[in-house]
């Protein structure tokens, strides 16, 4: 199983930026899905962004244009670059990596991460 960290969490204003990171260790094969899922206070969570192993990115509409995600395969490191950051984004994040070929639908990440498969998360929060 892959181990994950997440780091890079903080809190900021209401348009600032953040950069979060996901060191991986534990890799056995190429094909890997990572991304990003979060969660506000209380059951809801929500897929935010990921990169599948063709290089394929799916993001949520609610973040679309304002986050990037991208993996330095040989620091086995993915980031979630967040611009211009909203009050709604405060949450929790949790980085996901699994094993998958080809694109990583975002759906996927939740029930992932419910398998283990996710780091501890990092908490982002936005204040006005």
């Known amino acids: 199983q892959v181990q994950l960290a997440e780091s890079g969490g903080g809190s900021v204003q209401a348009g600032g930026s953040l950069r979060l990171s996901c060191a991986a260790s534990?890799?056995?094969?190429?094909?890997?899905?990572v991304g990003w899922f979060r969660q506000a206070p209380g059951p809801k969570r929500e897929g935010v962004a990921s990169?599948?192993?063709?290089?394929?990115?799916n993001y949520a509409d609610s973040v679309k244009g304002r986050f990037t995600i991208s993996q330095d395969n040989a620091k086995y490191t993915a980031y979630l670059q967040m611009n211009d950051l909203k009050i709604e984004d405060t949450a929790m994040y949790y980085c996901?990596?699994?094993?998958?070929?080809?694109?990583?639908?975002?759906?996927?990440?939740?029930?992932?991460?419910?398998?283990?498969?996710r780091g501890q998360g990092t908490q982002v929060t936005i204040s006005s």
């Open positions: 996901v990596a699994f094993g998958l070929s080809g694109s990583c639908p975002l759906w996927l990440l939740i029930s992932q991460g419910d398998l283990g498969n």
């Open positions: 534990g890799y056995t094969s190429s094909r890997y899905c």
């Open positions: 990169i599948g192993s063709d290089g394929t990115t």
